[in-house]
């Protein structure tokens, strides 16, 4: 009888224990689960299984709102006794009161949110924090997933919608840097739309976040100071030499904008854009080559070309990343602004040390062609262009 009511003990504590295992597996799935749908959906899409990308698109938009909805009742309850109100707005101090009440779910809540958004984000006060936190059942990441669904069905029109609110609501991003997907995804559309002026704005945005930039109307002194350098130099070395620019992200602007200008022949605002995309590039390649090289240090395009060729991880990062286009592009945007001498030496620098063949024949091609212009008399129609060319680039 005793062996039969240890067992049954034995029993019922390892059903037990099985059973709140389990129970705690799923409410961890439970609170994990929206993001996991998002990624299920993003492995659909990149299966082409669009209706499934869908699918998981919507549920993970549902789930996130009940849970933020949920946790937002949650808080407001918590914050009703007069023991939390009587310490004010002070987010760390009502966190205290709350935690010497033992009221562990409201400051678990507080944990997760303090995680990518630190009490300085709400200005130190919990009103705001439950302002945002009402707001939050927005989930910009399912909107911008559900944009390129549509986008890979070449539904354009509808993939924008979609941008737009991701864009709109771009604040309740768990990676705030995510927000710059989101930014080339509007260019990129309004592109296909042939909305070009709405995609030259979404580019500009990106730039609104770079002090070196400046603006459209008036550049920064640094900025200033490189287009000086580049153009009243014979070559492009000590551009090359003197100024870095750290901001890979704002790349692939740099470099769709100027597409863009010199496509509308603005050729003063595709210089602009087109030496700090280069630059961008130089100053990524030297401090990869940095990293792996210490007796390494910047000397020469050609030198630095020269090293990177042997060193296969980085060149196929440079390969991925447009860094050639990027170089390529400054020395046709010279070529066609009339910065003839600098275009014809980046060209054959490009030409003789590039580890990229393609780029290396393009090059060697384009400073043929230049060098026959430039030995050719001007034709009246070519003195015109490059006076207009002149008055743009002043």
């Known amino acids: 009888m005793k062996n039969k009511f240890k067992i049954t003990v034995f029993l019922f504590i390892h059903i037990s224990m099985l059973c709140s295992f389990i129970f705690a597996e799923n409410t961890e799935l439970d609170n994990d689960k929206a993001w996991h749908l998002l990624e299920l959906g993003k492995l659909q899409l990149e299966k082409g299984e ?16 009940m849970q933020i909805q949920k946790k937002y009742k949650y808080m407001f309850n918590a914050l009703k006794p007069k023991q939390v109100k009587y310490v004010g707005d002070n987010i760390l101090n009502v966190y205290e009161v709350l935690k010497k009440r033992e009221d562990y779910d409201a400051c678990a809540i507080l944990d997760e949110i303090f995680l990518t958004h630190p009490p300085i984000f709400f200005e130190k006060s919990i009103s ?11 989930f910009p990441e399912t909107d911008y ?19 737009k609110t991701a864009w709109n609501y771009r604040r309740f991003l768990e990676i705030p840097d995510a927000r710059f997907n989101i930014i080339y995804a509007l260019a990129d559309t309004s592109r296909l739309l042939r909305r070009y002026d709405d995609c030259e704005k979404y580019l500009l945005l990106v730039l609104t976040e770079d002090p070196v930039y400046g603006t459209t109307n008036l550049e920064s002194p640094t900025l200033q100071a490189m287009i000086r350098t580049i153009t009243s130099e014979n070559d492009v070395e ?14 692939k602007a740099y470099m769709d904008l100027t597409d863009i200008y010199m496509e509308s022949r603005n050729y003063k605002r595709a210089l602009t854009v ?3 995309a280069a630059n961008i590039a130089i100053t990524n390649l030297d401090e990869s080559l940095s990293k792996t ?10 030198d630095l070309f020269y090293r990177i060729e042997r060193k296969q991880e980085i060149l196929e990062w440079a390969n991925a990343q447009n860094f050639w286009k ?11 602004s009339r910065n003839t001498k600098q275009a014809l030496d980046l060209y054959q620098k490009i030409s003789a040390s590039v580890p990229a063949l393609k780029y290396a024949q393009e090059a060697s091609f384009k400073k043929r062609n230049l060098e026959k212009q ?6 009246e129609t070519e003195e015109l262009e490059e006076t207009e060319s002149k008055a743009v680039n002043q």
């Open 326 to 336: 990027a170089i390529m592009n400054l020395a046709d945007v010279l070529a066609a």
């Open 238 to 251: 000590k551009f090359l030499l003197l100024y870095r620019h750290h901001n890979p992200i704002a790349l």
């Open 374 to 379: 430039a030995a050719t008399p001007q034709t």
């Open 128 to 138: 705001r924090l439950m302002d945002w936190l009402e707001k939050k059942d927005a």
């Open 274 to 276: 087109a030496a700090l």
């Open 145 to 163: 997933l559900t944009g390129l669904i549509y986008s890979a069905e070449g539904e354009y029109t509808q993939a924008m919608h979609y941008y």
């Open 293 to 302: 090289d210490y007796n390494y240090s910047y000397t020469a395009m050609s």
């Open 50 to 65: 669009f209706g499934k990308a869908m699918g998981y698109a919507n549920k993970a938009r549902e789930l996130h709102k």
